[in-house]
């Protein structure tokens, strides 16, 4: 079993940045392939950013590929997603999740949430223009 918890989420204007964090207790966190995905008002979940804890290979949606990074410190059981050049359409509610890594990792899956087995509660971003 794997807890989750996010914070770091917040009220910013266009353009501006946030720092998203996701403390994990419970198994062993360097076990763990983690991810992000976010829930705007009435559309589904979507995936936004994942790392690999075996090589730290990282994956992005196209929508935030050059704005966002995600990174790990397993020392502190803790991944961040660092939100650069935010925009109004960034507006959502940011969830941090788990996966075995010794899952299979297909390109064709990866980003999807069913992979994932742990989630954390959210954290509201609110973008304002």
């Known amino acids: 079993q794997v807890q989750l918890v996010e914070s770091g989420g917040g009220l910013v204007q266009a353009g501006g940045s946030l720092r998203l964090s996701c403390a994990a207790s419970?198994?062993?966190?360097?076990?763990?392939?983690m991810g992000w995905f976010r829930q705007a008002p009435g559309k589904e979940r979507e995936f936004v950013a994942a790392?690999?804890?075996?090589?730290?290979?990282?994956y992005y949606a196209d929508s935030v590929k050059g704005r966002f990074t995600i990174s790990r410190d397993n020392a502190k059981d803790t991944v961040y997603l660092q939100m650069d050049s935010l925009k109004p359409e960034d507006t959502a509610v940011y969830y941090c999740?788990?996966?075995?890594?010794?899952?299979?990792?297909?390109?064709?899956?990866?980003?999807?949430?069913?992979?994932?087995?742990?989630w954390g509660q959210g954290t509201q971003v609110t973008v304002s223009s």
């Open positions: 790392i690999r804890w075996r090589d730290d290979s990282t």
């Open positions: 999740a788990a996966q075995p890594e010794r899952r299979p990792w297909y390109s064709s899956t990866y980003y999807l949430p069913s992979r994932y087995d742990y």
């Open positions: 419970g198994r062993t966190f360097n076990t763990y392939a």
